[in-house]
């Protein structure tokens, strides 16, 4: 295998770096730096997607048709690391990397001509609303219903842990339309606008969130919300289907190696720093980063195999659970051993808690946000399915236990 690159991939890599440092802005860097949780504020992360917008690099995993950017498999590769190197913003999934590929294979035209459009130029925010309070990784035994009046629905219910609901145009929804046969086959799959009556959103603020109070998940509640019919996505009561589709490219469709290999070389100048060279010396210390190198590459692996599937029009299937499941903990790791290389300096100092704080930080450049993130990524071997649904899908499927 040839992992060089080509005289073209190289061109596009420096079309790539000279377009970051034209639109990735100093203010956009500084926030997205001190950031405690996945995102800056709303207003410099739509500012970000629309700049990728423009230049056609946001929907760059969507097929040619609906407006993607066509890359190769070298080109996606150089654009992640690229990005992931250069420490840009988190961009919001939940329209471009889960809803859109839903609407696309079980959308009618309508809503395709309607939706993706607006997803791909940013005119719309989505979230997502799945999980419910006693309905987490058990999603079929979600509760909010869904209950038809003529040519609408009336839902009633409430979701929760629902990432920038606070920021949403639209949200996208399962719900129970029957209660007849197995909990399975009585959801559906609605599209709801956040500007609808009824809708009421209410922040979680978790230990993460800054003095200047940029939260991230949030509780919706439903009472009474008028959803046109025209809103569901596929049949009626097979929402299930959808959303285990949708799943697949949760779990799988956002690669985490690119990131995390950028990760890994700013934990090695952390812990250089942190200890004046005395991690790097340190015997143990040099094979846990060594295992953790490896662990990544093997993740590297992993992804390269869900997007050569993709492009051949195969379905992720199980291979998304594998990298769900890696992905998360090795995440989950690599923040353990932030806190543990600045040791003291992971303690939260609550005069530095807000992004845009003049005050020095204290201690190693970098290691006042080790804590918080630490933190905030526990959650992450639990939402799109917890790391022991992963190993029973993967158990099931690919061992028939």
Same mark, same amino acid.
């Given at each position: ?93 939940? &329209? ?28 719309? $925010? ?27 629905? #009336?839902?009633?219910?409430?979701? #929760? ?72 996505? &596929?049949? !009626? ?43 790097? !010396? ?13 662990? #990544? ?42 806190? !543990? ?8 100092? &609550? ?19 080790? &804590? ?7 959650? $992450? ?21």
């Amino acid at each position: 295998m040839d992992l060089s690159l080509s005289k073209e991939d190289l061109a596009f890599q420096s079309e790539v770096r000279a377009w970051i440092d034209e639109n990735f802005t100093p203010e956009m860097r500084i926030e997205n730096a001190r950031a405690r949780n996945s995102y800056m504020s709303k207003e410099l992360t739509v500012d970000w997607m629309k700049r990728l917008s423009k230049k056609g690099w946001l929907a760059y995993t969507w097929p040619k048709e609906y407006g993607g950017a066509g890359f190769t498999a070298a080109q996606k590769y150089v654009f992640e690391m690229e990005m992931a190197a250069a420490g840009t913003p988190t961009v919001s999934p939940f &329209g471009l990397r889960m809803c859109a590929p839903v609407i696309m294979a079980f959308g009618t035209k309508e809503q395709k001509d309607h939706y993706l459009p607006r997803i791909r130029t940013v005119e719309d $925010v989505w979230c997502q609303g799945y999980s419910e309070p006693g309905s987490g990784s058990d999603l079929a035994s979600l509760r909010t219903r869904a209950v038809r009046d003529g040519d609408h629905y #009336i839902v009633n219910g409430q979701k #929760i842990w629902t990432t920038t609901a606070h920021w949403a145009d639209w949200i996208f929804c399962l719900v129970r339309t029957s209660t007849e046969g197995k909990p399975q086959d009585g959801i559906s799959f609605l599209l709801i606008d956040m500007k609808t009556p009824g809708i009421k959103v209410e922040p979680i603020i978790t230990s993460d969130v800054t003095k200047a109070g940029k939260h991230e998940v949030n509780s919706v509640f439903f009472t009474d919300v008028r959803v046109p019919v025209a809103n569901r996505v &596929g049949e !009626e009561n097979k929402g299930w289907t959808y959303a285990k589709y949708l799943l697949e490219f949760e779990r799988g469709g956002s690669a985490y190696s690119p990131r995390l290999r950028s990760s890994f070389k700013k934990l090695q100048v952390l812990a250089d720093a942190a200890d004046e060279g005395g991690y790097l !010396e340190d015997p143990s210390w040099r094979e846990k980063m060594a295992a953790l190198d490896i662990e #990544i590459s093997s993740l590297e692996m992993f992804e390269n195999k869900f997007y050569a599937d993709l492009k051949t029009g195969q379905n992720p299937g199980p291979l998304s659970s594998m990298i769900k499941l890696r992905g998360s903990e090795v995440i989950q790791k690599m923040t353990e051993y932030a806190v !543990e290389s600045v040791g003291m300096y992971a303690q939260p100092f &609550g005069e530095l808690r807000a992004f845009n704080s003049n005050v020095e930080p204290v201690g190693p450049d970098g290691a006042e946000t080790v &804590g918080p993130k630490y933190f905030n990524h526990r959650k $992450v071997t639990i939402y799109g399915g917890s790391s022991e649904v992963q190993r029973g899908i993967m158990a099931k499927v690919m061992l028939g236990l």
